[in-house]
């Protein structure tokens, strides 16, 4: 890779790193269903003339926004909601192995030991960071997230079987579909948004703009860029710098403190991260999308 496309995948993974940490703060202040349909809506219209029409089809589009947008969306935002946001990114964290497992279920893929390996540790560090929950609401707050990571799982196999376009036009559908199934979603779980949005201030607003570019259209339109231009297996290995981020941008802006628990158990995560990034093997099949809600 050049030095240029090197700085851009780095970018990428700071700035999906850095929307969790903005997402905390906004999700105490615009319910979490209605702050994602707000950016999907957003992120939508902007990336509608990179996909006017797609090959995919439209029952196959549905099942996979609902899978890896609408649901994955409004379970990790609760999730955020309840726990520290650098628990929740190292939580998330599962949906790594949980794509694997479900590639292979589908025969994307053969399991090998050093991804089961990898898989383990990435398990193990995830318990010790979670340690022994001091309230239930906290053990809730890790079921939503990890959960998401199970339905972002899902949505990326269902991808790679069903996805009949580019990556970015396939996350351009993604957005269209499921803009309109958060708003639904949004009515039945969280009642008529108007009154929030009507005390919504103009921070807050700033915040979901900045939401819907900086973490779903420039991050995806450049990483796109680079899976188009190189093998999956160049460009895979810096998704480890995500949670490196968020973990980090957690700790300095909103002053979560820093716990044994979180180092040891982010580090033996981490380095089952780059077994299975470093060391897995990846075919040059049309990549997933992780869609927006990595947020």
Not at 3 to 15: E, G, S, T
Not at 245 to 262: A, D, F
């Amino acid at each position: 890779m050049s030095a240029v496309d090197v700085c851009i995948a780095i970018l990428v993974q700071v700035l999906w790193g850095a929307v969790l940490t903005l997402a905390k703060p906004l999700v105490g202040q615009i319910s979490p269903i209605l702050l994602m349909a707000l950016s999907y809506s957003m992120a939508a219209v902007v990336l509608y003339p990179a996909a006017p029409r797609l090959k995919t089809r439209p029952l196959h589009l549905l099942l996979i926004s609902a899978s890896a947008g609408t649901i994955q969306a409004s379970m990790l935002l609760s999730g955020l909601a309840i726990l520290p946001a650098s628990t929740a990114m190292l939580v998330l964290q599962l949906q790594i192995p949980f794509a694997a497992v479900l590639a292979w279920a589908v025969g994307r893929d053969k399991p090998n030991l050093r991804n089961w390996l990898g898989m383990t540790l990435v398990l193990i560090g995830i318990a010790i960071v979670i340690g022994k929950p001091d309230a239930e609401g906290r053990l809730f707050g890790v079921a939503l997230v990890a959960v998401s990571g199970m339905f972002w799982a899902s949505g990326q196999v269902g991808i790679a079987v069903w996805g009949k376009d580019s990556g970015l036009a396939i996350y351009a559908g993604l957005l269209r579909y499921a803009a309109p199934q958060l708003w639904v979603a949004t009515l039945l779980f969280e009642g008529n948004p108007l009154s929030v949005l009507q005390a919504t201030s103009t921070a807050s607003w700033i915040g979901v703009v900045i939401l819907a570019f900086i973490g779903c259209v420039l991050p995806y339109t450049l990483w796109y860029r680079l899976l188009l231009r190189y093998r999956v297996d160049e460009v895979m290995p810096f998704s480890v710098l995500m949670p490196v981020v968020g973990v980090i941008l957690s700790i300095l802006q909103l002053g979560e403190p820093v716990t044994y628990g979180l180092a040891l158990g982010g580090s033996v995560l981490m380095i089952g991260l780059c077994i299975i990034a470093f060391g897995g093997r990846f075919s040059r099949r049309r990549p997933a999308t992780p869609a927006c809600n990595r947020t």
